[in-house]
């Protein structure tokens, strides 16, 4: 896919090249390895800086999508390919339509080759969800999932191979994992090398395919997988445990496990951050003349709170470090209690007449 250079700086595509160099000093300066930024985002930072930067790059950026350094000598390259009329780019332009010249260039020069090989064997990554209640995030916890997904097959151990049959070097491409194929095109005729269709990339073939796995090296089965969930986890989180997704073809790397957390809602206890909500009712009598009452915890554990005197209705009362400890390993939220005062709907003989002296009384 073609990288988006104005996307990439946060521009538009007419800004000036005072604006162009604008957005990228401020993305290298937040971006920098040397800074404790991402390496990845700063190389393409400077990648699309160095094409808009350029007068000639850019105009070649903007009418083709990608630039195209000119072919020493001009006329036919060392690669069996030649340009139509001479160098490309001076005098006629070309409608290049749906065709990738991106890929086309790789495939003729063996950019993309090694690249597409490099994880042809290598198993897919999984990502599963897990739903765990808030109670879990005040200590972590151990939990062992069964996982259908593809396993390496106990016969072979992953090769692919019958047990005492080798493992051979594929014929078709010597070894190599592509094989040379002419193509023509309206821009001439070109080498190009694909990845070859009796190994399928990896230059091995089994002697003798595993009975079990049929030459794969891995086979669909269940595995049970331990997943420790930590103290402070929050919802859409996500746990990454190297080497449990699929197997790899033939001995291939395994894939990684990735698992996204979510914490289910509680019937008493709000979460906010590391902080946790609760909501107690408190009696008339007691918010005008203050108590002593207990709190329970999502622990489990009770507290005791000092209801001050004259409180109103919605008041909040803190107590620290009794939430969710912090993800870091750090300290812990707080709780923070809401104090309802109960208006009562029923009332005794008794409580009528005091209320009526109270009412005297002005309160």
């Known amino acids: 896919m073609t990288k988006d250079y104005y996307q990439i700086l946060g521009i538009s595509r007419s800004a000036s090249q005072d604006e162009i160099k604008k957005a990228f000093r401020k993305l290298a300066h937040k971006y920098h390895p040397d800074k404790g930024g991402d390496e990845k985002k700063f190389k393409e930072i400077n990648e699309a800086y160095q094409v808009l930067s350029n007068k000639e790059k ?65 198993g897919k990554d999984i990502e599963i969800n ?40 594929c014929f078709s491409c010597r070894g190599r994992g592509e094989v040379q194929q002419i193509k023509r095109t309206f821009f001439g005729s070109f080498t190009r090398f694909v990845t070859c269709p009796e ?11 595993c009975n079990v796995c049929r030459g794969e090296g891995r086979i669909e089965g269940a595995e049970d997988i331990k997943i420790f969930i930590p103290a402070g986890v929050d919802t859409n989180q996500v746990i990454k445990i190297e080497g449990k997704g699929e197997a790899g073809r033939r001995g291939g790397k395994t894939g990684d496990l990735y698992v996204r957390i979510f914490v289910k809602l509680h019937p008493i206890f709000k979460r906010k951050g590391d902080d946790l909500y609760i909501s107690i009712p408190i009696s008339f009598s007691q918010a005008a003349l203050g108590a002593e009452m207990e709190v329970l915890t999502l622990e489990r554990t009770k507290i005791l709170l000092k209801v ?25 939220g707080n709780l923070y209690v809401e104090l309802i005062v109960k208006t009562p709907k029923r009332l005794t003989k008794k409580q009528k007449e005091l209320l009526e002296k109270l009412k005297e009384e002005g309160i």
């Open 130 to 169: 897990i739903e765990i209640p808030l109670e879990i995030t005040l200590k972590g916890k151990g939990k062992v999932i069964s996982l259908q997904k593809l396993i390496c097959c106990s016969r072979c151990r992953g090769s692919g191979a019958e047990p005492n049959s080798s493992v051979n070097e």
């Open 308 to 332: 001050p005197s004259g409180v109103e209705s919605g008041k909040i009362l803190r107590i620290s470090n009794k939430g969710i400890p912090h993800f870091s390993g750090y300290g812990k």
């Open 58 to 122: 850019r105009t070649q950026y903007d009418r083709f999508g990608r630039v195209f350094e000119e072919m020493p000598g001009g006329g036919e390259s060392d690669f069996g390919f030649q340009w139509p009329g001479g160098n490309f780019g001076e005098g006629e332009e070309f409608d290049f339509g749906d065709l990738d010249l991106g890929e086309m260039f790789e495939e003729v020069f063996g950019f993309g080759i090694s690249r597409r090989r490099k994880d042809l064997k290598r």
């Open 199 to 209: 190994c399928g990339g990896e230059g091995q073939r089994p002697q003798t395919p």
